[in-house]
């Protein structure tokens, strides 16, 4: 399937019924990205808090269906934030996993990198100390250095000095969003394999299951791939970009009244 233009896209409230007519499933799956999908996107990521009517929405399609919200954020942290204690959380990009009852997952994998992103923590905030409006938030699995409120003037400078603190760890791979750059570890796993993963292990990888992602970011193109010959993906739009998703919001608004809709008919 091609890439097309965000802005090219169909609505996918306009084309609810026909996107579910579209699949010969009975039962969905609902993917959930955090930041600038169920909230909007804030200076500072402690501030992306859950609009109560967004929540109710979450809640209701969560007492119909399997709902999962994989999140770049740590795993506690956008616990946290949502609150809602009978769906599934994949933090850090799906390193970190939570299913309901207790259970939690975490990448072997990634444990063998968390001594490269201790040091790499130290040496992004010794660089960073001096630069007004910047943000270095750990994450257990990654590091993301926050630029939203920095001068446009000092924007460059940011790119580069955390070019030459990646530089410095092999180890660990550069990926970036919305005036935000990350380190992860550079391991074969992002949201779309941690969309497959919980999709197994939940028992949803058949033909009678249609997944749907719904995101807004770089990251979670991955997801849209993931999806795009055995589910719908969907992406919550602000800029002109190539997108794998199928059809597309405008707003977090927009998502909170597709999923109140989503509801009604599970």
Not at 54 to 71: H, N, W
Not at 208 to 220: E, K, Q, S
């Amino acid at each position: 399937m091609a890439e097309r233009n965000t802005l090219e896209l169909p609505s996918a409230l306009s084309h609810f019924y026909r996107l579910w007519a579209a699949s010969d499933a009975r039962n969905v799956a609902v993917f959930l990205d955090y930041d600038g999908t169920l909230t909007p996107i804030v200076e500072r990521p402690e501030m992306a808090l859950l609009a109560p009517n967004m929540k109710d929405a979450v809640r209701l399609v969560a007492s119909r269906a399997t709902v999962a919200v994989i999140s770049g954020r740590d795993l506690q942290d956008v616990r946290n934030l949502v609150g809602l204690e009978e769906i599934c959380y994949a933090g850090s990009h799906g390193f970190d996993i939570y299913r309901p009852g207790g259970e939690r997952i975490e990448l072997e994998d990634g444990k063998r990198y968390l001594a490269d992103l201790d040091a790499a923590q130290r040496k992004l905030e010794e660089r960073f100390a001096g630069i007004e409006g910047s943000q270095v938030e750990r994450k257990k699995y990654a590091l993301a250095v926050h630029y939203r409120r920095v001068l446009p003037a000092v924007a460059e400078s940011v790119r580069r000095i955390f070019d030459e603190v990646a530089s410095s760890f092999p180890r660990l791979r550069t990926t970036g969003g919305k005036k935000v750059y990350e380190l992860r570890p550079d391991v074969d796993w992002h949201k779309g394999k941690a969309v497959a993963y919980l999709l197994k292990v939940l028992g949803l990888d058949h033909a009678g299951v249609m997944p749907l992602y719904i995101g807004d970011d770089l990251t979670d193109e991955d997801a849209f791939v993931e999806l795009k010959n055995h589910g719908v993906g969907i992406v919550v739009r602000d800029e002109a970009r190539p997108t794998a998703a199928r059809f597309s919001l405008i707003d977090i608004d927009e998502v909170r009244r597709f999923l109140e809709n989503l509801a009604v008919i599970l």
